[in-house]
């Protein structure tokens, strides 16, 4: 059976034009690479050798595919994977990563071609930006930051206004997270075309959060846990201060204060993330005071109101921090966010935190070595609109894109069928989650408006570029109050190394936006291995690009996405007994996910990535429709149908390969919403009627499970 044939639907006449599907002459180059032997062997000699491939088992006797899929196809992968030497900061080996590694040297490649074929301004800042990444700060001219630091501290302390100084931390993103209290921009969930200000509670230096309890669990793993995080701290502060008289243990002693501030007594617990809080009241209620906070940030008039995500830690970490925010150990403290973020950018000193936050917290078995990730990440805000165009110019294929549309569309009208057919949600919020599916909209490649990069002069010294870069964007974020919805490149600097989580197009990702109702298929995905249309059918793609796109339009409907209404503004329009019976899926697919893990000795709370978990089982339930329908309108005999079928199926866990160093484990089964790729493999199959039947999936099999609910 011909590739292109498994395509026919992608090659009509209005479609052929741009997007023409058909092999690659391949032969002719692999000839001159085969070597000898191989040239001279018989054609009997060559068929039997073949013969014995494809007989030979690729997975050991005991593992078989109704009681393991994921190992059954990707046993001989998994031994034999490996990264290259500068690959070696991937602490988690799958498509997505491997193909952001590849883009961040053609996001250099396309900075270098530039530089080197253009003489004006853009070049000129594009080189000395890339040359300060590439040297990062010296160590003395970083030296007498971090003394300017303290001296600024002891400023605010002096002036007896903490507002001042919080408002100082978030005025500049890169540190803005370890405030005791996060302002950022963001769309009005309750009126979402416009933005904003949000506070929200801090984001803790440590992953796992039960590390700040003595509750006389893990008490070896805890003890270790802060010794390494409090030696960390004093190697940062040796380094980077020289002699000094801090208590670095202090640090870890105040975000205990500050975790402390979600249980603490007397504040009633508000159960949603929206709670706009006006000017007149925040202080009085709250004992926040917005109008100095706002002013410290550098608003000329303050906002009317502004949304915390949580009224009792905003209380009670108001009053935590206004006792206690001029002692000695918060002085430590409010030295440590400033300081950090120097280290950082300093060449030889930053090594330390990738000793603690990325080898010990997550895993990370080498610092980067590839400059050209550094790079990339580091230029992506400074100038994303010049990377975007560029990028889109160079790598855009019309082909994928139209390919990535019509399966986009066609596969919402899949989804839709099945919500008709629901049985078990109320009439009212079945009719309302179709109106929601009729809203539902997507963005493909980039986004449609792209906000001017700012007009900066640059020089060799890191740190004054990126601050130069977040005063520009703050300044910005502060006219953009109560203004329309512009898109704005962000970065995750919590993360090591730095995370691009924002709509940049070079990102390899795609998601889903409950305040726009929308998803976003970025250009960085749409690409091999993700999709191809060169030699590869419709059981791959649709395992692939087709897997993403139902996954992600499913969480426009779980936990988070049953929020918003089609216009993507917050309302909840499920009823109570709905809620009830979606949260016995829920807990029957976590119990689902915590057994399947068991087997192999990993325990883990499948709770945290529950969301993530069902929008995997309904994926494949729309897929899998979407494939039997694709194969009725080929006409395919029933024989073909069951080989597609199982390709499909083998596809599917193919691309949930995923291999994670033993040092990353620990980290990923605490923190990362998404489950191990085996078990987001193996537990949407084992609930698929059809992958059962096609596999004679029995009870006591370890692809069983009681019921075969796909969600929707």
Request: with cysteine; proline share 4%; hydrophobic share 35%.
């Amino acid at each position: 059976m011909p590739k292109t044939k498994r395509n026919s639907k992608f090659s009509n006449n209005k479609t052929k034009k741009i997007c023409p599907i058909g092999l690659q002459p391949f032969e002719a180059e692999l000839t001159k690479k085969m070597p000898h032997s191989q040239l001279i062997q018989t054609s009997k000699e060559r068929t039997k050798l073949y013969i014995k491939q494809l007989l030979s088992k690729f997975a050991p006797k005991n593992i078989k595919p109704n009681n393991d899929y994921y190992d059954y196809i990707n046993y001989d992968w998994l031994k034999e994977v490996k990264l290259k030497k500068n690959q070696e900061y991937i602490v988690q080996i799958d498509d997505f990563r491997l193909t952001q590694d590849k883009v961040y040297k053609e996001l250099d490649n396309i900075i270098v071609d530039y530089i080197k074929t253009h003489k004006d301004k853009l070049s000129k800042n594009l080189y000395h930006f890339r040359r300060s990444v590439l040297k990062k700060n010296p160590i003395n001219y970083s030296r007498n930051l971090c003394k300017e630091a303290e001296k600024l501290v002891d400023k605010f302390i002096s002036e007896k206004n903490p507002w001042s100084l919080l408002g100082y931390i978030n005025s500049n993103e890169m540190i803005a997270d370890s405030a005791p209290f996060i302002w950022s921009q963001s769309q009005d969930e309750k009126d979402s075309k416009i933005f904003c200000s949000h506070i929200s509670s801090h984001s803790f230096a440590l992953l796992d959060l039960s590390v700040y309890f003595d509750d006389g669990t893990e008490v070896e793993y805890k003890k270790k846990y802060r010794k390494a995080f409090n030696d960390y701290n004093r190697e940062l502060f040796k380094t980077t201060l020289g002699k000094h008289n801090y208590n670095t243990d202090d640090i870890f002693d105040v975000e205990v204060e500050m975790i402390n501030a979600f249980v603490c007594k007397g504040v009633k617990d508000s159960d949603k993330t929206y709670n706009k809080v006006y000017k007149d009241e925040a202080l009085s209620k709250y004992g926040f005071d917005w109008a100095e906070f706002a002013k410290g940030m550098g608003y000329k008039t303050v906002p009317n109101y502004f949304v915390s995500t949580n009224l009792s830690y905003l209380k009670c970490c108001s009053e935590i921090m206004t006792k206690n925010w001029a002692t000695p150990k918060w002085r430590t403290y409010w030295v440590w966010i400033l300081i950090q973020n120097i280290s950082r950018l300093t060449h030889d000193w930053s090594y330390s935190q990738y000793k603690f936050y990325a080898n010990f917290q997550r895993g990370q078995e080498r610092n980067i070595t590839n400059e050209a990730v550094h790079i990339s990440l580091f230029l992506s805000i400074p100038f994303n609109t010049f990377l975007t165009n560029q990028y889109v110019a160079k790598y855009e294929d019309p082909r994928l894109m139209e390919y990535t549309k019509i399966l986009c569309n066609d596969l919402k009208i899949v989804f839709n069928r099945i919500l008709e057919r629901n049985t078990w949600m109320a009439p009212s919020t079945k009719a309302y989650a179709l109106k929601k599916m009729k809203h539902f909209n997507f963005v493909f490649g980039k986004p449609d408006k792209l906000c001017e990069d700012p007009d900066l002069v640059y020089n060799d010294y890191l740190y004054d570029n990126m601050k130069k870069v977040y005063d520009f964007r703050h300044n910005k974020f502060i006219e953009l109050e109560g203004q329309p919805i512009i898109d704005m490149p962000l970065m995750d600097w919590t993360q090591y190394p730095v995370k691009m989580i924002g709509t940049q197009a070079y990102i390899v990702n795609a998601s889903y936006t409950p305040a726009k109702n929308s998803i976003y298929i970025n250009l960085g995905y749409i690409q091999k291995p993700f999709v191809d249309l060169d030699a590869r059918g419709i059981e791959y793609n649709l395992a692939n690009l087709g897997d993403t796109i139902s996954h992600e339009m499913s969480h426009g409907f779980d936990d988070t996405g049953s929020q918003y209404g089609w216009d993507g503004n917050l309302y909840d329009w499920w009823t109570p007994e709905d809620k009830k019976k979606y949260k016995e899926k829920q807990n029957d697919v976590i119990k689902q996910y915590e057994k399947f893990a068991a087997r192999d000795g990993i325990k883990f709370d499948a709770s945290i990535g529950i969301g993530e978990d069902l929008a995997d089982i309904s994926a494949v339930a729309i897929c899998t429709e979407y494939l039997r329908e694709f194969q009725k309108h080929d006409k395919d005999i029933i024989p073909i149908s069951v080989l597609s079928s199982k390709t499909y199926f083998a596809y599917y866990a193919y691309q949930q390969r995923q291999k994670v160093g033993k040092k990353a484990l620990i980290a990923q089964l605490k923190t990362n919403p998404h489950p191990l790729d085996k078990y987001r493999c193996n537990v949407p199959l084992s609930r698929s009627e059809l992958f059962r039947a096609l596999y004679n999936v029995k009870k006591g099999d370890g692809m069983w499970w009681h019921n075969t609910d796909s969600i929707w």
